[in-house]
């Protein structure tokens, strides 16, 4: 007996395959990040040669560290709304707005295709932030 697939609104084939490529790029900036935090990249702080580094050269390092750490924690929050909306695209309620549930217009969904609000609502959200 054959699983049953469901199968992806043709309409929706355009923003998955975007999806995937955004997916893509996402995960191999990580992965990118990842090694050059791990010393792959110009890190002084393997020097063994007993010359002690300049406090300046250290704050510069820590300085870089810190901010590839918080790129990466950007993209894997970002990593984590792609792959949301892939699985709404599975679930079959992709292009609907989270909170009012009505249609998100092709435009937005092209600009940003992991949103998960309209605009009207995006705009109500941040407002109640402020």
């Not at 935090?37 to 007993?50: E, K």
């Not at 009012?100 to 009207?120: E, G, N, S, V, Y």
């Amino acid at each position: 007996m054959a699983t049953k697939r469901k199968r992806t609104n043709p309409k929706l084939e355009p923003y998955k395959k975007l999806l995937i490529k955004i997916k893509e790029q996402i995960t191999g900036d990580i992965r990118g990040l990842s090694d050059e935090n791990n010393g792959s990249g110009n890190d002084r702080g393997g020097d063994v040669s007993g010359h002690a580094l300049h406090m300046a050269d250290v704050a510069t390092d820590m300085y870089d560290r810190e901010f590839t750490l918080g790129l990466a924690a950007n993209d894997r929050e970002l990593l984590y709304q792609v792959n949301e909306a892939l699985n709404r695209i599975d679930e079959g309620n992709y292009g609907h707005c989270s909170l009012c549930k009505k249609p998100i217009p092709a435009t937005r969904l092209k600009a940003i295709p992991h949103t998960q609000t309209c605009l009207k609502c995006q705009e109500l959200m941040e407002s109640k932030r402020r």
